[in-house]
């Protein structure tokens, strides 16, 4: 498969956990976003790279939160001291480059925090 | 801040009944309007970019349009499988600005 692929799938964490969420965006993509989409709302922009460099973070809630792209491809959102309101798809968008507008998503991980 | 709004909420439609979805947008400068379909647990599936007023894109049974306050996603003659979640979204010229700003898109159910 070519497209962006996510992990896992679903996450059931407890109050407090920590948390590592994996995106492996379509091979070649320049730029690589993260959202975050509530039930029943439309996806919210959390924070965006342009290969390794990390541009824009503006869409973060809190210093708990956290996103990497050591290398320029595979990114990793890591969530520290998980609370209820993180429940939420976490959704992973790549586009060819950053004069290529479409972004293409992942199925998305699911955290559930209980 | 840009600002996408969409109606309606929910739509249920009969098999072969004709609709339009509405996504009504506030931007800075647009720089793209962006149409994408949901199906229930997967991430939303890429279906139009629209760029300036008068530009109409189609496939299949869908058209989007494009005006300078709005755009609408035309059903034709819809089937069950175009049951969905479809999500507009736009991009703005303001600078650094890479993301797309989402509506809470619309619910479209046919009834076979």
């Known amino acids: 498969g070519a497209g962006v692929s996510q992990s896992p799938r679903y996450k059931v964490a407890k109050r407090g956990q920590d948390v590592a969420l994996r995106c492996d965006p379509i091979?070649?993509?320049?730029?690589l976003f993260w959202y975050q989409q509530a039930l029943g709302q439309g996806p919210e922009f959390l924070t965006y790279?342009?290969?390794?460099?990390?541009?824009?973070k503006s869409g973060l809630p809190s210093d708990r939160f956290f996103a990497e792209r050591p290398e320029g491809s595979v990114s990793t959102l890591k969530i520290q001291r998980t609370q209820q309101e993180d429940s939420a798809v976490y959704l992973c968008a790549s586009s060819l480059s950053e004069a290529t507008d479409t972004q293409y998503f992942g199925p998305g991980t699911r955290l559930t925090v209980l | 801040e840009d600002q996408v709004t969409q109606s309606p909420e929910a739509l249920r439609l009969q098999e072969g009944e004709s609709s339009s979805l509405n996504c009504s947008y506030t931007v800075s400068g647009l720089r793209g309007l962006f149409w994408y379909r949901q199906d229930p647990g997967k991430g939303p599936e890429f279906l139009f970019t629209l760029y300036s007023a008068g530009e109409e894109k189609e496939k299949e049974r869908l058209k989007a349009t494009l005006t300078k306050k709005e755009s609408f996603l035309h059903i034709t003659a819809p089937k069950p499988e175009d049951s969905a979640t479809y999500l507009c979204?736009?991009?703005?010229?303001?600078?650094?600005?890479?993301?797309?700003?989402f509506g809470t898109g619309t619910r479209l159910t046919i009834i076979p």
């Open positions: 091979s070649g993509h320049v730029s």
């Open positions: 979204a736009v991009r703005s010229y303001n600078f650094g600005n890479e993301k797309l700003t």
């Open positions: 790279f342009q290969n390794e460099a990390q541009l824009d």
